[in-house]
């Protein structure tokens, strides 16, 4: 089966770095959007960016442009979203998530992705 398992949060000073990565593994995802998201306690779940997988178009949320990347490994099967100039605002669980589903339309929907990892927290101390 499908399994989408993220790694490397933790807690870090405000103006830190983290790098995330999602290993991906029970089938072939050549034409699937691969996304970030990320909820805060008592917030809903907001998009954070995406990457197509058999491409490099990249699409991020305006409150982490210019601080965070996103990008892929294809060989290794893993995205990772490199995050700098991390802010307290930026504490959450984050999740990978992968959808068939190509397009502005879709891409910061969660509703369109198929498949989720666990999560892992992120935690930015002031």
């Known amino acids: 089966q499908v399994q989408l398992v993220e790694s490397g949060g933790g807690l870090v000073q405000a103006g830190g770095s983290l790098r995330l990565s999602c290993a991906a593994s029970?089938?072939?995802?050549?034409?699937?959007?691969m996304g970030w998201f990320r909820q805060a306690p008592g917030k809903e779940r907001e998009f954070v960016a995406a990457i197509q997988w058999s491409a490099d178009n990249r699409y991020y949320a305006d409150s982490v442009k210019g601080r965070f990347t996103i990008s892929k490994d294809n060989a290794k099967n893993t995205m990772y979203l490199q995050m700098n100039s991390l802010k307290p605002e930026d504490t959450a669980v984050y999740y990978c998530?992968?959808?068939?589903?190509?397009?502005?339309?879709?891409?910061?929907?969660?509703?369109?992705?198929?498949?989720w990892g666990q999560g892992t927290q992120v935690t930015v101390s002031s």
């Open positions: 998530a992968a959808g068939r589903y190509s397009g502005n339309y879709y891409y910061t929907r969660s509703r369109y992705y198929d498949y």
């Open positions: 029970g089938r072939t995802f050549g034409s699937y959007t």
